[in-house]
């Protein structure tokens, strides 16, 4: 080996080190800051029921194909004291009738909204799993013009 191969060799071999160096300093950092300040998950809380307030959070789909639908329903609930979270289009634009489903294993929520819409009780189903941090989901459906809103 040459002085020249020998030195640029030790140069390469430093760089590789000065890299490694910074990236293991900068995943302690990273560890460190993840003991002193851990992530927060958004969780409902499971304890006492008088902790949850008494807002009904709604997602809103339109079911009926209608521009817009979804948007204006979901103003006229909010002033109603709902909480839409959530608007959107259903998965197909065929529903004849507006149904309520019921994200959470308690159907008392879901049926205050079918109430305030003057849906019928047959209309609202439960569709639960821990994985849902809503109360509800009401798909419009051709049906709008006749639902009740103030």
Do not use: H
């Not at 003057?118 to 013009?145: C, H, M, Q, R, W």
């Amino acid at each position: 080996m040459t002085p020249e191969n020998s030195s640029s060799n030790s140069f390469a071999l430093n760089a590789v080190i000065g890299f490694l160096s910074l990236l293991l300093v900068l995943l302690v950092f990273g560890l460190f800051t993840r003991i002193i300040y851990p992530r927060i998950e958004n969780q409902r809380a499971e304890g006492d029921p008088e902790l949850i307030g008494n807002v009904i959070q709604l997602e809103v789909l339109n079911g009926a194909g209608v521009p817009g639908l979804a948007n204006n329903f979901t103003s006229t609930l909010r002033k109603n004291g709902f909480d839409v979270v959530e608007t959107g289009n259903f998965k197909n634009f065929d529903m004849q009738n507006t149904v309520v489903i019921a994200r959470t294993f308690d159907k008392e929520n879901a049926q205050r909204v079918a109430d305030a819409l003057g849906i019928a009780p047959e209309n609202v189903f439960v569709e639960a799993s821990d994985d849902f941090y809503l109360d509800a989901t009401v798909v419009i459906g051709s049906d709008f013009k006749s639902l009740k809103l103030n």
